[in-house]
């Protein structure tokens, strides 16, 4: 009887070991779980919190990939600015061509310059801030903006962009890129690509170089007053001396051009120039064979009124340019 009164006690006292340890394991797995459900909770939020960060460091100025495509597949490049409107398509020659200007065929375009502000376009980045759709564009100068750019390339694919106001924190300005309907800061050098004026696109004329050796005479008639020749002196024992006026008297004008197919030259003092300076000279010339050979050339620079900083305008053998010659060129021309 005792021994089986000593079983029963055994055999309780294993159940509630045997408890104890399923409870221990519960609680161990409990435990387990909590711990995985509490990392990744915290796995969420750290990733929750680097998307944001990421968000942040783009609108505070973290630059993004926006457009790559090659200057050389542009096929048109139309843009406005407070200015004017430009619209320019490339119209191939031979084995060359040419950027001609719509409506105005012959205007001298300054490739360049016309190129460096398609350019900017073409391989653009920037701090994107918000989609168009959810903002009022007003709010960014992008509304009702003139500073509009669009560019089509050869395959009829076409990139529109709005340029809008300079963003308030910092050196940049608003850009909606129409094919995506983002906006995002740009730098402030691609508004002052856009609204280069109009005498910037504008190719001046190529003059021509001379050495002081090459000059037979240079003749300075002012308005109203005599007429002074200067012409190369010998010295009577091999050597010839040229006269100081000679040396760099060429190099006439400035690169500033003030207007191209000018139609009044009265308001420049050029109907009737204060000084013309005419300068006979030996020049090279390309045949009708292609050969270059050295013939007599002249050269007309004619002198005008000051401009308000007392530089002067000018204009070069007769042509419909008119240019701003610095004071410095001009004053060896004027009478003393």
Same mark, same amino acid.
């Given at each position: 009887?005792?021994?089986?009164?000593?079983?029963?006690?055994?055999?309780?006292?294993?159940?509630? %070991?045997?408890?104890?340890?399923? @409870?221990?394991?519960? !609680?161990?797995?409990?435990?387990?779980?909590?711990?995985?459900?509490?990392?990744?909770?915290?796995? &969420?939020?750290?990733?929750?919190?680097?998307? %944001?960060?990421?968000?942040?460091?783009? !609108?505070?100025?973290?630059?993004?990939?926006?457009?790559?495509?090659?200057?050389?597949?542009?096929?048109?490049?139309?843009?406005?600015?407070?200015?004017?409107?430009?619209?320019?398509?490339?119209?191939?020659?031979?084995? *060359?061509?040419?950027?001609?200007? =719509? #409506?105005?065929?012959?205007?001298?375009?300054?490739?360049?310059?016309?190129?460096?502000?398609? #350019?900017?376009?073409?391989?653009?980045?920037?701090?994107?801030?918000?989609?168009?759709?959810? +903002?009022?564009?007003?709010?960014? #100068?992008?509304?009702?903006?003139?500073?509009?750019?669009?560019?089509?390339? /050869?395959? $009829? /694919?076409?990139?529109? *962009?709005?340029?809008?106001?300079?963003?308030?924190?910092?050196?940049?300005?608003?850009?909606?890129?129409?094919?995506?309907?983002?906006?995002?800061?740009? !730098?402030?050098?691609?508004?002052?690509? @856009?609204?280069? =004026? !109009?005498?910037?696109?504008?190719? #001046?004329?190529?003059?021509?170089?001379?050495?002081?050796?090459?000059?037979?005479?240079?003749?300075?008639?002012?308005?109203?007053?005599?007429?002074?020749?200067? +012409?190369?002196?010998?010295?009577?024992?091999?050597?010839?001396?040229?006269?100081?006026?000679?040396?760099?008297?060429?190099?006439?004008?400035?690169? /500033?051009?003030?207007?191209? &197919?000018? =139609?009044?030259? $009265?308001?420049? $003092?050029?109907?009737?120039?204060?000084?013309?300076?005419? @300068?006979?000279?030996?020049?090279?010339? *390309?045949?009708?064979?292609?050969?270059?050979?050295?013939?007599?050339?002249?050269?007309?620079?004619?002198? $005008?009124?000051?401009?308000?900083?007392?530089?002067?305008?000018?204009?070069?053998?007769?042509?419909?340019?008119?240019?701003?010659? @610095?004071?410095?060129?001009?004053? =060896?021309?004027?009478?003393?």
């Amino acid at each position: 009887m005792e021994e089986r009164e000593e079983r029963l006690q055994r055999l309780k006292r294993l159940k509630r %070991k045997r408890m104890y340890m399923m @409870i221990a394991l519960v !609680a161990v797995l409990g435990c387990l779980v909590g711990g995985y459900y509490l990392i990744t909770l915290r796995n &969420n939020r750290i990733a929750s919190e680097e998307a %944001k960060k990421k968000e942040q460091m783009q !609108a505070d100025g973290q630059e993004t990939e926006i457009t790559t495509f090659l200057l050389k597949d542009v096929e048109t490049i139309a843009f406005t600015n407070e200015e004017d409107s430009y619209e320019f398509s490339w119209v191939k020659e031979d084995n *060359f061509g040419n950027w001609i200007r =719509k #409506g105005e065929e012959d205007f001298p375009t300054n490739e360049e310059k016309l190129q460096a502000i398609a #350019g900017s376009f073409c391989e653009l980045s920037g701090a994107y801030q918000v989609d168009a759709a959810e +903002v009022d564009t007003a709010d960014y #100068g992008l509304k009702d903006t003139n500073r509009v750019m669009k560019l089509t390339l /050869t395959d $009829g /694919t076409v990139h529109s *962009f709005r340029l809008g106001d300079e963003t308030p924190y910092s050196e940049g300005h608003y850009l909606l890129y129409e094919n995506t309907g983002k906006i995002y800061v740009v !730098a402030s050098n691609l508004n002052n690509q @856009i609204t280069t =004026k !109009a005498i910037k696109l504008v190719q #001046g004329e190529t003059f021509p170089s001379a050495e002081p050796e090459s000059i037979t005479e240079l003749r300075i008639e002012v308005r109203d007053g005599e007429t002074i020749s200067y +012409v190369p002196i010998d010295n009577g024992d091999g050597t010839i001396s040229y006269p100081s006026i000679f040396y760099d008297s060429m190099r006439f004008v400035a690169s /500033t051009i003030e207007e191209y &197919n000018c =139609k009044d030259f $009265g308001k420049y $003092g050029l109907e009737d120039p204060y000084v013309t300076v005419t @300068i006979d000279y030996l020049g090279y010339v *390309f045949d009708e064979g292609g050969m270059l050979h050295r013939e007599p050339c002249t050269m007309v620079l004619e002198i $005008g009124d000051k401009t308000v900083s007392d530089n002067y305008f000018v204009r070069v053998d007769g042509s419909d340019f008119v240019y701003i010659m @610095i004071a410095s060129h001009a004053q =060896k021309y004027l009478p003393q």
